[in-house]
């Protein structure tokens, strides 16, 4: 039974970072990484590693340039350096994983994941 622990969430100012933590035990698999849920919005892609190969990372547009996804695959653990904080960054993130090789093919695809945290949140005000 793949179960995640997530740590890092917080109160911000715009400007600010903050750094998310997911590790994951009983897990073995290819792509792993967060998404987000803002209050009334849908659940969307930040960013996924592909813990499985080479650390190829994707990033939803909304946070390129200002968050940084790396991995420590002897800790199964996944890291989400979060830079330049905005109050539109403000949601519930959650880490994901899947254990199939072609998972990050569609990494902002949310029901291609089938292990799931149950949330941190992350607030940034003006």
């Known amino acids: 039974q793949v179960k995640f622990v997530e740590s890092g969430g917080g109160s911000v100012q715009a400007g600010g970072s903050l750094r998310l933590s997911c590790s994951a035990s009983g897990y073995t698999g290819d792509c792993m990484g967060w998404f987000r849920q803002a209050p009334g919005k849908e659940r969307e892609g930040v960013a996924v590693?592909?813990?499985?190969?080479?650390?190829?990372?994707w990033y939803g547009n909304s946070v390129k340039g200002r968050f940084k996804i790396s991995k420590d695959n002897a800790e199964h653990t996944v890291i989400l350096q979060m830079n330049s904080l905005k109050p539109e960054d403000t949601a519930i993130y959650y880490c994901?994983?899947?254990?199939?090789?072609?998972?990050?093919?569609?990494?902002?695809?949310?029901?291609?994941?089938?292990?799931w945290g149950r949330g941190t949140q992350v607030t940034v005000s003006s």
């Open positions: 994901a994983a899947d254990t199939r090789w072609w998972a990050c093919s569609q990494w902002d695809d949310q029901y291609v994941y089938a292990h």
């Open positions: 590693i592909w813990t499985g190969g080479d650390g190829t990372p």
